[in-house]
Every structure is written in C-alpha cells, then in structure tokens.
C-alpha cells in the first residue's frame, strides 16, 4: 500500500509510523508527503490505535526535503510550486491534529523539514549525538511551512536563535527549545518511547483525543489563513534569484555567492 512509509502496530494498538527511505536519509519527496497524509487519516479514523510512534529507518531521522524534489520546483511555474508547498502544509497539519497521541523517536539528525516533523509531535525524544537545523536559508529559502509548528512547539524567542541562521545544533540544545523532550542514548530509546506510550493505554481514547484537539485550540493559532500566509512566504522566496543561487550552488557544489 504504501512506498516511502511502513505502518505496524501491535496487540496494543500502539501504532508504530516509520520513515522508510532509508537511503535518502528520510528526505521528503511528493510521494512520501502524500503517503504520510493518507497515514495520518488512516490512523487517526481507525478505533484500534491507541498511539502512534513516528520513526525512521537507518542512520537520518530526515534529512528535509528530496533533492530531486527541490529539483523539480525549479523547473516548476509558479502554481505548480504553492501545490507542491500545499502539499507539505497539509502533511503536517494532517499530522498534528491526528486525534491520537503522536511520539517521535529521533534516532539521528533532522534538518529542515525533519524539524517540521518533530514539531507536530506531542512529544519527541532524540538520541545523544544527533545534530538539527533548520537549513534552508542556506539554499535561498526560508522554513516557511513548517513555521507555524516550530514557533508552536519553541516559542518565538527559542525559534529565533535558530530560525534564520542555518545553525546546527545538538540534542541537548534541541531539548532546551523545547524541540526534544528528553535526549538519551540509543540503548535506551525504544525504553523512554515505551515510558512514553504505556500511560496512554490506561486513558480513555475519545478524552484523549478532545483534550489533544483543546490543547491545540489554546495554542499558538494555526488555521487556514495562517497557513496559507506560509505556503505563500515559500512560493515567494521560489521566485527571488536568491532561491536559483543557492540551490543551483548546492548541486553544483559550490558555494552560493553569499556564503564567505
């Protein structure tokens, strides 16, 4: 049924959503965003699943955005890109108001749109050693989608030291803004992510799930109008010269005429 992603889930109902692209280090492309939106419906409508778990395979939690993607939205006309940024907005919306409990299990780096990911988690926790950032200034591009969830889950002064630069940063100052929950060793992941499901198991589903949707109405407003304000900051900055620079730099890699 699905390509880019793998569902399990156990007598539990603990549902376990892995990224499963492997090779690519997890990085987005448009069928994978499809295929986690559809997850996210399925999951969220079936009574069974009592909690889902986002994972990954291999080394790379994600890596953000497909390269071959990217590729392609420089070829594309300009409503071909706010599809395709559309697309993104809708993944991570479909994600976040899922109505049940979503835990991330980071076990390596996430940049990009990764942090987008980890963003809609009710909770996330990373492994020591695992490296972020949001790098898309870098290439001429601005983290705009998956804005409205990082400033949710950081805050905008958290989100501030890091949503401009293209710094990299470790778990630990991942755990300081609030991306992270916690940060542990890669022995001990699959045991603070079971610390993490086991309670819910005793909860009612359906209170669960309105107190998710309350938690989110008393959050940080994340509606049509203010996603359709990200996905046209994306379009926007796909059409400044900046955006040809740095991506055209990056496959040919050099440097982009900014970097010194």
């Not at 990082?150 to 755990?175: N, Q």
Request: net charge negative; charged share 25%.
């Amino acid at each position: 049924m699905y390509e880019t992603i793998t569902i399990e889930t156990d007598a539990r109902g603990v549902a376990t959503l892995t990224l499963n692209r492997p090779e690519k280090h997890n990085a987005m492309s448009a069928q994978m965003l499809a295929e986690l939106t559809q997850a996210a419906g399925q999951l969220g409508a079936d009574d069974s699943v009592r909690v889902v778990i986002l994972a990954a395979g291999g080394k790379s939690f994600c890596a953000g955005g497909d390269l071959r993607w990217m590729q392609d939205q420089m070829a594309a006309d300009p409503v071909a890109r706010m599809c395709e940024a559309r697309k993104l907005a809708e993944m991570l919306q479909a994600l976040n108001t899922m109505p049940k409990p979503l835990i991330g299990r980071v076990q390596g780096n996430a940049f990009g749109g990764g942090i987008g990911m980890l963003s809609v988690c009710d909770v996330a926790i990373g492994v020591e050693g695992a490296k972020f950032g949001l790098t898309e200034t870098r290439l001429g591009l601005i983290p705009a989608t998956i804005g409205p969830y990082v400033l949710a889950r950081m805050g905008e002064g958290k989100a501030r030291r890091v949503f401009m630069s293209a710094r990299l940063f470790g778990a630990d100052e991942a755990r300081d803004m609030d991306l992270l929950a916690r940060v542990v060793s890669l022995d001990d992941l699959d045991a603070a992510i079971e610390a993490e499901v086991v309670p819910y198991l005793s909860c009612a589903p359906r209170a669960v799930a309105d107190a998710k949707a309350l938690a989110r109405a008393l959050g940080p407003r994340i509606d049509d109008e203010v996603i359709d304000m990200s996905i046209a900051a994306l379009a926007g900055r796909w059409e400044d010269a900046e955006s040809a620079e740095g991506i055209g730099a990056f496959f040919d890699k050099r440097k982009a005429s900014w970097n010194t």
